[in-house]
Structure formats: C-alpha cells, structure tokens
T-cell receptor, first 114, second 116 residues
Framework: DSGVTQTPKHLITATGQRVTLRCSPR?????VYWYQQSLDQGLQFLIQ???????AKGNILERFSAQQFPDLHSELNLSSLELGDSALYFC?????????????FGEGSRLTVL | GENVEQHPSTLSVQEGDSAVIKCTYS??????FPWYKQELGKGPQLIID?????GEKKDQRIAVTLNKTAKHFSLHITETQPEDSAVYFC???????????????FGKGTHLIIQP
C-alpha cells in the first residue's frame, strides 16, 4: 500500500459527459501529480501541484483541469469526454522538500467512455 | 521538453538468466533517472533510481547504469525470478533545488516475462 488513495477505482460514462477523479496523497506529501496511462502512449504526465499551487504542466488537454485543495487532496476534472479519453488515470505524491525523488502512486482510476 | 525512449517493449527471459532494459533521454538538463515496476492492477512502484553524479548503482539483484555523455541508462536484473514478471518503466526528470520534483517523463514501458 503506497498510502495514496484514489477514487473511484472504476468509472463508466458516456461521450460528452464530465467526471471528477479524486486523490488523497500520502500523509505529509506536498506534491501531487496526475498521469494518464493508455496502451499506446504509456504513462503521460498531465500536471503537478505543490502545496496548492500549479508547479508543472505536461500534456494536459484544455478539456481537463485539476486543483489541489488546502488539505492537499487533489481533483482531476475531465469534461466533454471523448472515446479516446478512456484510460487509467494515476495520481502520485512526493515529499515536497528533501532530497528523495520517489513518487508514490495510487492504484489508479480506470475511466471508460462509451 | 524531455523525450524518453525505452527498448525493448517486450522481453522474455528464462528464469535465472539476466534481463537488460535500455533507455535514452533527450534533455541534457535531466539529472534524475528512476525505474518503476508496475504489477498487474497496481500503480508503478519505484525499484531503483540514479542521479547524474553517479555512474552505477546496485541493490541486490538490480543495478542501473548511466552514461551522461551518450544520454542513456539501463536496468540490469540478474538471476531473474518469476516475481520479476511485470512492466518496467524508466523515467527522467530534473530535480528542483527549492523542493518538490519535476513531473517525470516516462518511457513507454517494457513487459518483462520470466519463463519458468
């Protein structure tokens, strides 16, 4: 158990809909990261938050947005969903300061868009 | 941005033999190179990492080597066991001195199959 909690584990929805994925980082971790994993693209970095502020942005679509709340949990919002958005979405967290670079991944939220 | 290439995509080895997975990166500013193992139905888990001021690092049956000049790094697993079967990802990033970690750029993964 990595200590990172993601909900829901599975989600099935229709094209055009909007969903919210939730992540609770490990206790004490200030950074939260979102990754999208699909069969043909591997693990794609979407966005990183550090202590509530956006820190880095990757290949995140404009239809997607995220935020990190004062209690450090994070939400990834996916809107106007398309079939191609079907994927496994991972949240990871890391210690905000210090020398270790390890990311701790949750077990993912599997999104299926029909 | 950073681009990480990983080979092979699938690797099948006999139990007890060694396995080698290779990665190349494009951004010369990258200074941190972790390897993650992902078992079926789980999230990736760090197994070993190396920083750019080190050329090799070992942890029991696992070792990683880094060639900064050529911008490539490799994972070596010796005496492979059935539980080594998984998908392995290499990654690269730049560490920030002010805290936190840059988003990792991952390779596309190698499915390692250990044949009994």
């Amino acid at each position: 158990d990595s200590g990172v909690t993601q909900t829901p584990k599975h989600l099935i929805t229709a094209t055009g809909q909007r969903v919210t994925l939730r992540c609770s980082p490990r206790s004490g971790d200030l950074s939260v990261y979102w990754y999208q994993q699909s069969l043909d693209q591997g693990l794609q970095f979407l966005i990183q938050y550090y202590n509530g502020e956006e820190r880095a942005k990757g290949n995140i679509l404009e239809r997607f947005s995220a935020q990190q709340f004062p209690d450090l949990h994070s939400e990834l919002n996916l809107s106007s969903l398309e079939l191609g958005d079907s994927a496994l979405y991972f949240c990871a967290s890391s210690v905000g300061t210090g020398r270790t670079g390890e990311l701790f991944f949750g077990e993912g939220s599997r999104l299926t868009v029909l | 941005g950073e681009n990480v290439e990983q080979h092979p995509s699938t690797l099948s080895v006999q139990e007890g033999d060694s396995a080698v997975i290779k990665c190349t990166y494009s951004d010369s500013a990258s200074n941190y190179f972790p390897w993650y193992k992902q078992e079926l139905g789980k999230g990736p888990q760090l197994i070993i990492d190396i920083r750019s001021n080190v050329g090799e690092k070992k942890d029991q049956r696992i070792a990683v080597t880094l060639n900064k000049t050529a911008k490539h790094f490799s994972l070596h697993i010796t005496e492979t066991q059935p539980e080594d079967s998984a998908v392995y990802f290499c990654a690269a990033s730049r560490r920030r001195s002010g805290g936190g970690a840059d988003g990792l750029t991952f390779g596309k993964g190698t499915h390692l199959i250990i044949q009994p």
